[in-house]
């Protein structure tokens, strides 16, 4: 790599949201050098800064936290943690009104500040703001491609390319925190473009394990012509093309497979005229993406019927990512730290999708334990030169077999249709599961054998690698959990089995394996 930007600090983050957002802020308060790479401006990229994200918010009241905790692990059917409960909504009591110099929180109406809810754009400004004060450094369109190891193997950095000058650059640094988000699947979800399971990728090259990766089906509703954020929607009526109105769970999986089978034989319309009468006047307020398109469209949301689609949330709304190996946000790979929707969720969800809310609460407390720990790791170790490190990525860099072009849209449409697709990713089974898992190994096969490129080139085609590689664990732990539990249903397999109660853990680039957690979070610790 010629003419290479080098730099060397503490603690790099990878990722722009608001996980690493609050790992940076964690990070730099020590005073550890820590260094922010993302593949947009952090501040306007991912899907927090188009949304209005509320927290989990729970007053200090000992018997009220038990009270909910208690809900949300019989909610999550085995797989929730309440140790880590306890701890997401404790942090984020305590550490979301240090926010208050950089956004305007309003009033309770109780003479008090309302923290819980945010708009997600000032949100995210307000977080870059906190994290430049406390001294971190950022480096917006800089994504990463690849982590470097030494020779033990331990995540030393990161190696990637600096989109508006057009070069490369290596990160030498301490400890490394993956804040990547999750992955949509390139669905069309508002935000989430940029979210293809990168950091999954490079930190499976690495030797990283996967948690959760089969609860990955989530949508949400949105006008045909445009993702939007989903306030008013949980109030519509939805009618097809005959007008007869399609009777249906208001939520859950029921819910989307009635849409999801009426949509696949022909237009849904969903009618708005059940919604609160207060809703309409303040909805630009709360969520301000969401007027704007049916403004542009002239349909007026509230008294028209229009035409919907379900768009595919992937591991954003569902729970997979990096397996937390401790109570400090490790991973299994020395050096390597996961925060947010990079890694997995059920340790505060189980194995329903944690919403807006939890994942919200996730995010600040994985970021702020990952950030904290991956400085006072670094510092322990603190290097003061520079290292020979090797890359440990070889997809789309060192092909196997002689080099060729690599269809990457062609790619890309095949695994939106297999993981999105309503009538794949709905009524799962193992005929299904199979029959996609050979089309996504073949394309996986293609990548690895003949694409490589360099430069912006190499960025585009790492990431039709990472949302390959994602689809396939996600498909593989699908066919493996042979059950329906939370957001993972199988029409083959309906009922829960109560044998079946344990983690499921999953890795392997070109040879996928999958097995169940052997310990308990709890245990582990202990």
Not at 305 to 325: A, C, D, M, Q, V
Not at 503 to 510: A, F, S, V
């Amino acid at each position: 790599m010629n003419d290479i930007q080098a730099h060397r600090c503490d603690v790099l983050i990878i990722g722009g949201g608001m996980a690493a957002a609050w790992a940076a802020i964690a990070a730099a308060k020590t005073g550890a050098i820590t260094i922010m790479v993302d593949k947009g401006y952090v501040g306007t990229s991912g899907v927090t800064a188009t949304g209005g994200p509320n927290h989990w918010w729970v007053p200090p009241d000992p018997g009220k936290r038990r009270e909910v905790i208690e809900r949300k692990l019989a909610a999550g059917l085995g797989l929730g943690d309440p140790e880590w409960m306890e701890r997401v909504i404790d942090t984020t009591w305590r550490t979301l009104p240090e926010l208050a110099p950089y956004y305007p929180f309003g009033s309770d109406g109780k003479g008090g500040r309302y923290y819980s809810g945010v708009r997600g754009a000032e949100y995210m400004r307000a977080l870059r703001a906190y994290a430049l004060a406390a001294g971190a450094r950022i480096l917006d369109h800089h994504p990463a491609t690849q982590l470097l190891v030494n020779g033990d193997g331990a995540v030393r950095g990161a190696r990637g390319h600096a989109r508006l000058i057009r070069r490369d650059w290596e990160i030498q640094a301490g400890a490394v925190i993956m804040a990547t988000g999750g992955c949509a699947f390139r669905s069309g979800l508002l935000g989430s473009h940029g979210n293809t399971g990168d950091g999954y990728l490079m930190a499976v090259e690495a030797g990283a394990e996967l948690s959760g990766m089969e609860f990955s089906i989530q949508y949400s509703v949105s006008p045909a012509w445009a993702s939007t954020r989903t306030l008013p929607y949980g109030a519509a009526r939805y009618y097809d093309v005959d007008g007869e109105e399609i009777v249906q769970p208001p939520r859950g999986h029921a819910h989307f497979q009635a849409l999801g089978a009426a949509l696949l034989t022909g237009p849904v319309y969903a009618d708005l005229i059940d919604a609160p009468s207060a809703l309409p006047p303040v909805l630009h307020d709360i969520q301000p993406f969401t007027p704007p398109p049916f403004v542009r469209k002239g349909v007026d949301l509230f008294k028209e019927r229009w035409p919907i689609k379900l768009f595919g949330e992937g591991t954003i709304r569902g729970n997979g990512g990096l397996r937390i190996r401790d109570g400090n946000c490790r991973t299994n790979v020395p050096g390597l730290f996961a925060a947010g929707d990079a890694a997995t969720r059920e340790l505060a969800t189980g194995a329903i999708s944690g919403g807006g809310a939890v994942n919200s609460a996730w995010a600040l407390t994985s970021g702020q334990i990952a950030g904290a720990a991956a400085a006072k790791e670094a510092l322990a170790g603190r290097r003061r030169t520079m290292e020979q490190l090797r890359s440990a990525a070889s997809a789309a860099i060192h092909p196997v077999a002689a080099e060729r072009p690599v269809d990457r849209k062609a790619i890309e449409a095949d695994i939106d249709h297999h993981m999105n697709g309503y009538q794949h990713a709905l009524w799962r089974s193992e005929r299904q599961l199979t029959d996609s898992l050979k089309v996504l190994e073949a394309h996986w096969r293609a990548i690895r054998d003949h694409g490589r490129a360099e430069g912006l080139s190499l960025v585009s085609l790492r990431e039709t690698a990472a949302m390959t590689a994602t689809a396939r664990w996600c498909t593989a732990a699908a066919l493996s959990r042979r059950e329906s539990r939370g957001i993972h249903v199988r029409i083959d397999a309906p009922e829960l089995d109560a044998g079946s109660g344990a983690r499921l853990l999953t890795g392997g680039l070109d040879m996928i394996w999958t097995r169940p957690e052997q310990q308990r979070y709890a245990e582990a610790a202990a």
